[in-house]
């Protein structure tokens, strides 16, 4: 893999900041996109814009065939067993609650267990604790070893019998922990339980096989992954699907609809009411062809060598603070002394170089590690050693900037 080569391919990248060449290291966040992503959405709405699943007219036919050749794409991507298993979404946010909302609310009951940890996402904690209270169930948590990691030990005492549900985080957007959600998957399993996962981070970065690893819902972001905005999906095994209640109602996903009576189509429709999201689907597709050009292992090697490298130089930056197990995903989250992550960010944005500062949406997590926010460099596939180079160098400056003495 190439990281300059690849990053010809992201128009963005080739502009400058503040008078320098950009570096753009807030990938967690949402990733750029390349060019055949670009050119795929152009073309649709140039050639192909129509409603889909509805007229019979030529245009109608052939935005039917991309946003449903779509849904395949994303079904290869995760392994699924069949295209039905994929629900299109806005995003992991939105797969989630329509977890939370389609399915926990119908089959918890007072004194059933949620089980998450305090490193979530707050798209992974907020819905849950919403179930928790619409129907009296209890909200447990994993509790993280020093480094931020998970110990399946630890998930083995949490998880009981009382269990219904356990969602986690393949990968820590704070942390860049890869917890071992087969593992954790089989625990929840041998206790009757179901196991969600939020995808957010480990789709633009692993090879994601929801069979192998035996999960039941995985939902992801296609935003994060070179894909447009406003578009994701979520995986979740037929047999829970078609148990599974809308939580939208429209035009769309019905089957019959009398004056005091309705029917739903089959899945994956029935949870896709009104005009779906047609050109985002199409830019899903397409980011997916484009991450399998690169490969996803390679993708993944990329960024562990980024991270490493860049805990590495931060580290040997006196007042730099590294939050984290040492393997971990493409990102380091990092503070600099007592200078606040925004204060940080905006010294290093004056450099061309971008960064996320804040609490990530993981306040609780934020409170473990004992702070109140933290900045975060995250990498992806066009990122390379000299953007490391350039985020060290700045953060030198910063120090200088806010009266520290030079780096040792």
Known sequence: MDPIALKAEFPILSQEVNGHPLVYLDNAATSQKPRSVIEAVKRYYEWDNANVHRGVHTLGSRATDAYEGAREKVARFLNAAASREIVFTRGTTAGLNLVANGYARQVLREGDEIVITPAEHHSNLIPWQQAAKATGAVLKYVPLQQDGTVSVEDVERTVTERTK???IAYVSNVLGTVNPIAEIAA?????GAV???????SSPHLKVDVRALDVDFYAFSGHKMCGPTGIGALYGKAALLEKMEPVEYGGEMIDFV??????WKEIPWKFEGGTPIIAGAVGLGAAIDFLASVGLE??????RQLAAYAIERLSAIDGVSIYGPRNRAGL???NLGDVHPHDVATVLDSEGIAIRAGHHCCQPLMRWLQVSATARASFYLYNTEEDVDRLADALVKTKEFFGYESAR
Not at 187 to 191: D, E, P, S, T
Not at 195 to 201: F, R, Y
Not at 298 to 303: L, Q, S
């Open 165 to 167: 549900l356990v969602s």
């Open 258 to 263: 009398d004056l005091y009576d309705s029917t």
């Open 298 to 303: 390679e993708i993944d090697r990329h960024g």
């Open 187 to 191: 625990i929840a399993r041998r206790n």
């Open 195 to 201: 196991m969600v996962v939020d995808g957010a981070q």
């Open 332 to 334: 380091v989250t990092f």
